[in-house]
């Protein structure tokens, strides 16, 4: 009868084990991507994007390409981040990817004002 008892337990436990693993998987992991952009809308390049992780508060960051875009993937769907850029001693604006936001992936714009 505890031979039962532990294999019903063993069993139980590696079906929620796979469960949680089914729903932390690759489907249900965030992208998010956009551009940098100047006061007249034209891309920043080798601006510096910070992404933080507002659970951990760790921060990642991506260099922009020549037309200004970034990305960011496998992010967890069940986290806020905080997102900006930097290009010159110059900031944009917090925007913020929420943990309420179903979408798979999103795209957001950064701007900043430059003094050229």
Same mark, same amino acid.
């Given at each position: 009868?505890?031979?039962?008892?532990?294999?019903?337990?063993?069993?139980?436990?590696?079906?929620?084990?796979?469960?949680?693993?089914?729903?932390?998987?690759?489907?249900?992991?965030?992208?998010?991507?956009?551009?940098?952009?100047? =006061?007249?809308?034209?891309? &920043?390049?080798?601006?510096?994007?910070?992404?933080?992780? !507002?659970? +951990? *508060?760790? #921060? $990642? /960051?991506?260099?922009?390409?020549?037309?200004?875009?970034?990305?960011?993937?496998?992010?967890?769907?069940?986290?806020?981040?905080?997102?900006?850029?930097?290009?010159?001693?110059?900031? =944009?604006?917090?925007?913020? &990817?929420?943990?309420?936001?179903?979408?798979?992936?999103? !795209?957001? +714009? *950064?701007? #900043? $004002? /430059?003094?050229?």
């Amino acid at each position: 009868m505890l031979r039962n008892h532990r294999l019903l337990l063993v069993t139980v436990l590696l079906s929620a084990v796979l469960a949680f693993a089914a729903e932390q998987g690759e489907g249900s992991l965030r992208v998010v991507s956009g551009r940098v952009v100047d =006061s007249q809308d034209q891309p &920043l390049h080798k601006a510096v994007v910070h992404l933080k992780n !507002t659970k +951990t *508060l760790a #921060i $990642k /960051t991506y260099i922009t390409e020549p037309d200004g875009s970034y990305r960011f993937s496998a992010l967890a769907p069940n986290v806020d981040y905080e997102l900006y850029a930097e290009y010159q001693g110059e900031r =944009s604006g917090a925007k913020t &990817l929420s943990a309420f936001d179903n979408r798979k992936q999103v !795209t957001l +714009t *950064l701007k #900043i $004002k /430059t003094s050229k």
